[in-house]
């Protein structure tokens, strides 16, 4: 591990002591911590301890950063764009001084073989400790053939890498649970890091991009803790993706009112209606949209006029029309197959009733017996 | 296998397998009817008999709903007549005008409609609900209905109440998560979709058909039915 702590990172790149503290108290925040009453330490339960900004500091002031490969594979580098352009500069400055990210395509000022070279000797100095942060789908179809860096297979580089790792955090969907690139039909038969790699703590933060913020909280969680968080079936951090989209909706009272926009432009849509009926998937969507928001807590889709898509949920690309009520079961029988049952039932049941109807003529010309 | 897993296939295959099913099956049962031996009809008409279609189903859907005292059923069992009413406004009204259902509907038909409020068919829901239980408890303890119970009755009444109960806990959020109520009630809708041209709940299709029937003979004979 590099051997200066963050702390001391931070205060050779300017950062004063009041800018740090103010950095911790906001990542404590962000990643739900503090938030108990004030109470005397004594009079809490021994499982309840107030996790706050002093604690976050300590951690800081103590640990040194992790070392950070990031790979990208079928993705479209929006997770890393979302995170570089996230309008908290502070807190994602914050996490980027408290990790060192080693490796990044997209953000390594140098390419080719050394660029290799150099991850090659970063993960064989860190071995065991590097967290490998993963962007985008692994195709597994023709071993491999559909994505290639340097020559070599995304799933030779993702083992590989996944190997030497404390922990894997698959970011985005893609990453998490395939994707775009994992639609129907799946040409590339790609998968999500945690279908593949089994031995490793896998963490998801899917999104479509992951928020920048839940990524940077996760990350302040495991420098803090020094472990993971809480997962849920899906290995998603609890703390973010613990409730829907619809739990936490801001047009939520318009749900329960049944008052809904019909279409973009009615009546419904100007007044701020509840979306369902437009297709929102907000009540089986499990993400932090609807409390973190997006730019500097500005909007998310909903608010801004948009039904949840569902982007953190898997296969959400299948999971029937975007725009069309969840309701809705995925899919419809087509009109031939109803044809082709409705024709199947007809022939069926008229011909039980003519078998039936040649029975009882022979029982009308059979010599008549006793009927109770 | 997680919830989600479960909900998707609820959703879609098992979805369309069993609307198939049903689609299907129904047919079946209504060509077994039509394909009965009907007889000639040789004897001139008394009466109209299309005026006593009109007038049959008029009754039914009008009269012997609102009007008991007509019909000895009230007087005899006042549970199944009141209970059975109510549910069957409540189903009918969750089933279309509920928002869920009805884009359920268009999805399936290709058009939609205006809906009713969420309280509103939340309590017609919850009154479908306790009609339900009261019927079950009238057939535990009615002589009668007790006689002319059988597992197929049991068995109705089960899967009936199970999309309902599901439903209605998947509105009010009581089961957690969300797709696993989601899951629950879908996979129950399946089963009941499945197992209505099995069982006597295909009365809803038949109701139509023998009203028609009964009034053409009685239209025919001239008399009121």
Known sequence: ?????????????????????????????????????????????????????????????TKPRIPVIWLEFQDCAGCSEALTRSQSPTLVNLVMNVISVEYHETLTAAAGFQTEANKEAVMEKYRGQYLLVVEGSIPTGDNGAYCTIGGRSALDLLTEAAQGAAAVVAT????????????????????????????????????????????????AHYIVFGALPELDSLNRPLTFYGNTIHDRCLRRPFYEAGKFAGSFDDEGARNGWCLYKLGCKGPTTYNACAVMKWDQGL???????????????????DGGGFYQGQSAPLSRPEATAVGAAVAAGA?????????????????????????? | MDWYTILEFARGPL???????????????????????????????????????????LKGFLVWPFVPWVKRTFSKNMVTYLAGGLFHLGLL??????????????????????????????????????????????????????????????????????????????????????????????????????WIPLS??????????????????????????
């Open chain 1, 1 to 61: 591990m590099p051997k200066e702590t963050v702390y001391e990172h931070l205060q050779k790149e300017g950062v004063s002591r009041r800018d740090f503290l103010k950095m911790c108290g906001m990542l404590a925040g962000v990643m739900g911590l503090g938030q108990l009453p004030a109470l005397e330490d004594g009079r809490l339960p021994p499982d309840l301890h107030p996790v706050t900004t002093r604690q976050v500091a300590r951690a800081l002031e």
């Open chain 1, 172 to 219: 985005g969907n893609c990453a998490s649970f395939g994707g775009l690139p994992k639609a129907k039909p799946n040409p590339t038969s790609a998968k999500g890091v945690w279908e593949i790699i089994t031995d490793k703590p896998v963490l998801n933060i899917p999104g479509c991009p992951a928020i920048p913020e839940v990524f940077t909280g996760t990350l």
């Open chain 1, 299 to 317: 909007s998310f889709p909903v608010q801004s006029g948009h039904p949840c898509l569902g982007c953190s949920e898997p296969n959400f690309w």
């Open chain 1, 347 to 372: 022939v069926a049941g008229a011909a039980a009733s003519a078998i039936g109807r040649s029975k009882n003529k022979k029982q009308a010309n059979e010599p008549a017996k006793d009927e109770d």
């Open chain 2, 15 to 57: 979805f369309k397998v069993a609307w198939l099913v049903f689609i299907g099956g129904m047919t079946y049962r209504l060509a077994r009817v039509i394909f009965l031996t009907w007889k000639k009809d040789k004897v001139p008409s008394s009466g109209s008999k299309l005026n006593g279609v009109a007038k049959s189903y």
């Open chain 2, 93 to 194: 009204v969750v089933l279309i005008l509920g928002t869920p259902h009805m884009l359920a509907w268009k999805s399936l038909l290709g058009f939609g409609w205006p809906t009713l409020p969420l309280p509103i068919t939340d309590w017609l829901a919850a009154v479908a609900i306790v009609a339900m239980v009261a019927l079950l408890i009238n057939r535990l303890v009615n002589p009668v209905m007790k006689l002319i119970t059988g597992p197929a009755e049991w068995l109705n009444w089960t899967l009936v109440f199970l999309p309902m109960i599901s439903g209605y806990l998947m509105t009010h959020h009581l089961i957690n998560p969300y797709e696993k109520a989601f899951s629950l009630h879908m996979l129950t809708v399946d089963l009941l979709l499945i």
């Open chain 2, 200 to 225: 006597r709940i295909s009365h809803f299709m038949f109701y139509f058909f023998s009203r028609t029937v009964q009034g053409i003979y009685f239209g025919k004979r001239g008399v009121n039915p």
